[in-house]
């Protein structure tokens, strides 16, 4: 592939503030590579980083997007190694780029790697490092992005669209989220409140982890994610705002549920609700963001049903592998989910769009700074 010296990059730089500028694509790659980006999804934490924000403030100026699928165009011979790829593979980029050798890294946990800590001076992740940390190019909204030495990158096979790929995101998260933390069986009992893109992973893996029971939670303007949800496993849904929740929750599963995955927007009573839903020894992962109004969790129904909680950030290997093999088996047509592509120009306009309530609106959506799809 010829080399490229130049790209275009989507720059946010204030409060809903972005435009197209040309940057140069370094030639000394350093032990890493340089893609093509190919498709790149947006993400509702995309949103903090684009309006008026605490950390926007202190990013800016910086090139959004993190869940990026690439054709790799240059590479140095021990990345080529490292990864087994060559020029004109499509790979999957993970968001962190960890140290590699602290103890948290080589424990497997990298995703916790100081590098990745925002309060860190060596802070490193694709879609969230400023503009002036060299090359620049850490974001998926760009035409060519620079693959550190350090980061993790996953082979793309033939049988996933270019257009889908990107949902490799939230069914790793999905993966991570049920299986992993919050250590769902066959049988049990599993509540998703919130049904987008993260809470539908959550609900497939939840199908393929053979749970008996899968309810999935949200809005009234969410009736159509709710259909999907359906068709991707979930065995019941309610609407938060017309359902009685707790009775509806405590009617179907007998005894309140064995998880529940919180991963909403910021509703503000989400997280108090899911330690609520949640059953005698049941366990409960917030994955959901932090909003203004957030009300806290409620310790007595914690301590009253000996229920474990969890954080969760993110995704790693052991949910990103599996998810990829997954999307590749054709097991699930991914088209229900519903993709919108947005070329480079409008990403800024996808941005603002994504924000829309309309309940038809396309689920996933997708910067491509290519016309390959």
Not at 125 to 143: A, V
Not at 166 to 181: C, E, K, Q
Not at 218 to 227: H, M, N, T, V, Y
Not at 322 to 334: Q, R, V
């Amino acid at each position: 592939m010829a080399k490229v010296s130049k790209t275009k990059s989507l720059i946010v730089t204030g409060p809903a503030k972005a435009h197209i500028d040309e940057l140069k694509v370094p030639f000394n790659f350093n032990g890493g590579a340089i893609g093509q980006v190919l498709a790149a999804g947006i993400c509702g934490s995309d949103l903090s980083l684009y309006n008026d924000g605490p950390l926007g403030r202190r990013l800016w100026p910086l090139i959004l997007g993190h869940e990026n699928i690439v054709r790799l165009t240059q590479m140095d011979e021990d990345f080529s190694e490292r990864w087994d790829v060559k020029v004109g593979d499509r790979v999957a980029v993970e968001e962190f780029i960890p140290c590699g050798h602290c103890n948290i890294c080589l424990s497997g946990n990298y995703r916790r790697c100081r590098r990745t800590d925002y309060n860190s001076e060596s802070f490193l992740r694709y879609g969230r490092t400023p503009l002036k940390i060299e090359p620049g190019l850490w974001g998926g909204f760009s035409q060519y992005i620079f693959v550190h030495p350090d980061a993790k990158v996953h082979k793309v096979p033939d049988s996933i669209p270019t257009s889908h790929a990107p949902l490799f995101v939230p069914i790793a998260n999905g993966i991570r989220w049920v299986t992993d933390v919050g250590r769902a069986s066959p049988g049990e009992s599993v509540v998703v409140l919130g049904p987008g893109a993260h809470g539908l992973g959550c609900v497939l893996a939840a199908s393929e982890i053979g749970a008996s029971t899968i309810i999935a939670i949200g809005l009234s303007s969410d009736a159509q994610r709710l259909e999907t949800a359906k068709i991707l496993g979930a065995t019941h849904t309610l609407f938060a705002d017309k359902d009685d929740i707790k009775s509806k929750v405590a009617e179907i599963t007998g005894s309140m549920a064995d998880l529940v995955v919180e991963v909403t927007a910021g509703a503000s009573d989400a997280s108090k609700l899911a330690t609520e839903l949640a059953g005698p020894g049941g366990r409960v992962v917030l994955a959901g963001g932090g909003g203004p109004d957030r009300k806290g969790i409620d310790p007595e129904a914690i301590i009253r049903n000996e229920v474990q909680v969890n954080g969760v950030r993110g995704h790693d290997l052991r949910s990103i592998v599996p998810a990829i093999k997954l999307m590749a088996s054709g097991k699930y047509d991914f088209d229900i989910i519903g993709t919108k592509i947005f070329p480079l120009e409008m990403a800024q306009k996808a941005l603002e769009l994504f924000t829309s309530k309309e309940s038809s609106r396309p689920l996933a959506f997708v910067v491509s700074p290519t016309e390959e799809i």
